[in-house]
C-alpha cells in the first residue's frame, strides 16, 4: 500500500497460477519448490468527473510456494500433482473511486479541527484559572491543563469524524447513479487512529473529573430559622 512498494510492483499481461518452471535449479529437471497463486485482487476505480466511466481494471497477484519431497519426474509431473492438491486461495473484488478531492477537503475540515482545539483549549483553561486565581504553576496545573486539552480533543475530533462519516454515508446512500464509492482499507487508517485517540483523551478527562469530584470538600449550611423564632413572629400584636 506505501508509495515505495507501489514502485516495485511489476506490470504484466499474463499470470500463472501454478509455477512449476521457476524452481527448477541450473542442470535439473525436478523443481525443489512449486509456486502457486494464493490471493488475487481486482481493483476497479471509477474516473472522477466521469462516474459512468472506469479506469482499467489492476489485478493485484500473491504467490506462495511449497516445497517438493520428490516423486515426480520433471516440471510437468510436479505441476499436475500439485494442482490436484487443496491450496489455500482467495479472489477479491474492490470497487473504488479516486479520493484526491475528497482528502482535499478533508484535510481543510482536519486544519479547521485543529484550530478550534486550540481555541477551545484556551478558553476552557482561562475559565479555569477565573475560578482558581490562587492556583500556581505545579503539577496539579499542568494536569488539569492536560486534563482540558484532553476534554476539546475529544470533543472537536468526535464532531469531525461524525460529520466526515454522515457525510459520506449520505453521499452514498442517496446515489441514483453510481458516482461514489466506498474508500479502500488503507485510506481508513487515519479514521482508525483518530476515532482511537478521540476514545483515549475521552477517558482520560473522565478519570480527571471522577478524581477532581472525589476529592472535593462538600459544605452543607442549614439556612433554616429556628421554630420559635418564626412562631413568635407569626403572632398577632
Request: aromatic share 12%.
Amino acid at each position: 500500500d506505501s508509495i515505495t512498494s507501489q514502485q516495485n510492483d511489476q506490470l504484466v499481461r499474463r499470470l500463472f497460477t501454478v509455477d512449476a518452471a521457476s524452481g527448477l535449479a541450473k542442470g535439473e529437471s525436478v523443481p525443489s519448490a512449486v509456486r502457486y497463486l494464493t490471493s488475487a485482487t481486482l481493483t476497479t476505480t471509477i474516473i472522477l468527473y466521469t462516474p459512468t466511466n472506469i479506469y482499467p481494471p489492476l489485478l493485484e497477484l500473491e504467490y506462495g510456494a511449497i516445497a517438493l519431497d520428490g516423486g515426480t519426474e520433471d516440471a510437468e509431473d510436479a505441476a499436475a500433482a500439485l494442482g490436484d492438491a487443496h491450496l489455500p486461495s482467495r479472489f477479491v473484488a474492490k470497487y473504488t473511486m479516486e479520493l484526491d478531492e475528497t482528502l482535499r477537503v478533508i484535510t481543510i475540515v482536519f486544519v479547521i479541527a485543529l484550530v478550534l482545539w486550540g481555541l477551545g483549549w484556551l478558553m476552557q483553561m482561562y475559565l479555569w484559572m477565573r475560578r482558581n486565581q490562587r492556583q500556581q504553576i505545579d503539577g496539579t496545573f499542568l494536569l488539569k491543563a492536560v486534563s482540558q486539552l484532553c476534554r476539546v480533543f475529544s470533543d472537536v475530533f468526535f464532531w469531525y469524524v461524525f460529520g466526515g462519516c454522515g457525510w459520506m454515508y449520505t453521499l452514498f446512500k442517496n446515489q441514483d447513479e453510481v458516482f461514489v464509492m466506498m474508500p479502500p482499507d488503507s485510506a481508513l487508517h487515519p479514521f482508525r487512529a483518530i476515532l482511537c485517540c478521540a476514545f483515549g483523551a475521552k477517558c482520560l478527562h473522565v478519570v480527571d473529573m471522577v478524581w477532581s469530584q472525589a476529592h472535593h470538600d462538600v459544605f452543607f449550611v442549614d439556612w433554616e430559622q429556628p421554630r420559635g423564632q418564626q412562631a413568635d413572629e407569626q403572632l398577632p400584636n
